[in-house]
């Protein structure tokens, strides 16, 4: 009964692989659609219908080849003054029916007929992500947790309220129906993590959490470095050893090639063995089972690094976006380059890096081939998968905001993911803008 659509992040594992074609040749503008407010929450395309949702709640159904609106419903009340950006997650589709989050303003989840925008009901208490698995549609909550509604009727199977301070993103779907849900972060209140539970039920499977002892890659290098003034120290601080923290990143769990992949950070913090204070980065692969590290790639723990947004997963290798500096020791100032790291996961080593000339929105997107990355000035550049070779590249001469902060400060922040701006679809591409929608396609097609 499910109709056909893109789920965010291209399939049910979120790999970041779109089934849609994508624009091979240089394109051009083929519409443009303005929205009452700027864009946040990735576009959904179903059938020949792209859904739009503004962070003023406003939501649009736009026909997907001219962009003509087919219907628009919602909105805050005018009198709302509440500054912040309230609706910043995507509408889910499940056959005739629409469901937009509302984790802020009404506290619900809105249902809407998909073919005419009517509003059917409102679920409380309200959800920060909706996600459809077979017949059950997924409510995340940062405070709420997480519960289960059997569709159509809507009727509750189970709720756990364990599940507290998950990052709003996507949930990562299994064949055999496990659901993979991050957690977001704020120092004193919740760490970083993975919760893998049962999708029928409900049941905690696993939860892979921070490591605040970690051993730090440079152990061998900071113990040789350190002054010995005291042959006559007592075992216990013999025994003392350089130790990191390390943190998943903010952003959704990934599942393919047999893994769950999550970016990290390691932070080499002031334990009295690290002279400085440094995040280097990593991405890690955890056992889809027991959560357990099965695989891990570490960018040079000696210089300062970041990945940003989540990891994209094609064809054994894995995509991601890096923020790169220089050593902290002696390159304290230095700026940040940004970098496309493409690794073989059967060798755990790049196969090509690029330099990006802007820090792109979002994670990457992968369709027939292609990378797709969207910088904050309207940039959009695509590159080979196989080779890192830049194909086309594109000024939309419109902003694209990149996450909830960028229009005012706001604690949520911390729990949530930068949206993708980028929805490849059969020689056409979608992205949202500050402005609305534009939609590209190839100059040879128009």
Not at 236 to 242: F, G, K, L, S, T
Request: proline share 5%; aromatic share 8%; with cysteine.
């Amino acid at each position: 009964m499910t109709a056909f659509a893109v789920p965010d992040f291209g399939d049910a594992g979120r790999s970041g692989v779109h089934p849609g074609g994508g624009v091979k040749d240089r394109p051009s503008v083929a519409w443009r659609a303005l929205t009452k407010a700027a864009v946040l929450a990735a576009p959904v395309l179903a059938g020949d219908t792209l859904y739009v949702v503004d962070v003023r709640g406003s939501l649009y159904a736009l026909d997907a080849a001219d962009g003509t609106v087919r219907w628009r419903s919602g909105g805050l009340d005018e009198k709302w003054d509440y500054l912040n950006p309230v609706f910043t997650g995507s509408p889910t589709v499940w056959g005739g029916l629409l469901f937009l989050p509302d984790r802020d303003y009404e506290g619900c989840v809105h249902v809407h007929d998909r073919l005419t925008g009517t509003l059917l009901h409102r679920l409380k208490p309200g959800a920060s992500c909706c996600t459809v698995a077979g017949d059950l549609l997924l409510c995340t909550d940062l405070n709420h947790g997480v519960r289960a509604l059997d569709l159509p009727e809507l009727t509750p199977r189970w709720h756990n309220e364990d599940f507290t301070g998950l990052l709003e993103a996507d949930l990562a779907l299994s064949a055999t129906g496990v659901a993979y849900a991050a957690l977001g972060f704020e120092g004193h209140h919740t760490h970083s993590g993975v919760v893998a539970f049962d999708v029928n039920s409900g049941a905690e499977i696993f939860q892979a959490g921070d490591d605040q002892e970690a051993q730090c890659p440079l152990e061998a290098e900071l113990l040789s470095s350190m002054e010995d003034d005291d042959d006559d120290d007592d075992d216990d601080e013999e025994e003392e050893r350089p130790s990191d923290w390390v943190l998943f990143a903010q952003a959704h769990a990934v599942l393919a090639e047999s893994l769950a992949w999550m970016p990290a950070r390691r932070e080499h913090g002031d334990d009295g063995f690290h002279s400085q204070l440094w995040t280097s980065a990593e991405v890690v692969g955890l056992d889809p089972v027991t959560g357990r590290r099965r695989w891990s790639f570490q960018l040079d723990p000696r210089l300062a690094s970041e990945v940003s947004g989540a990891v994209a997963v094609a064809g054994g290798r894995l995509f991601f976006i890096v923020a790169q500096g220089g050593d902290p020791e002696t390159e304290p100032e230095r700026p940040f380059e940004f970098m496309l790291y493409a690794v073989d996961i059967a060798t755990a080593a790049p196969v090509w890096t690029i330099r990006l000339p802007a820090l792109p929105v979002g994670s990457p997107v992968l369709a027939d081939g292609l990378i797709y990355l969207a910088a904050r000035d309207g940039t959009i550049s695509t590159y080979q998968q196989l080779t890192g070779e830049s194909v086309w590249q594109v000024n939309l001469d419109d902003e694209i905001v990149g996450g909830r902060y960028e229009l005012t400060e706001y604690l949520g922040a911390q729990y949530s993911e930068e949206n993708l701006a980028i929805l490849p679809a059969d020689e056409m591409i979608y992205v949202r803008t500050r402005a609305g929608i534009t939609a590209l396609t190839s100059a040879m097609t128009r």
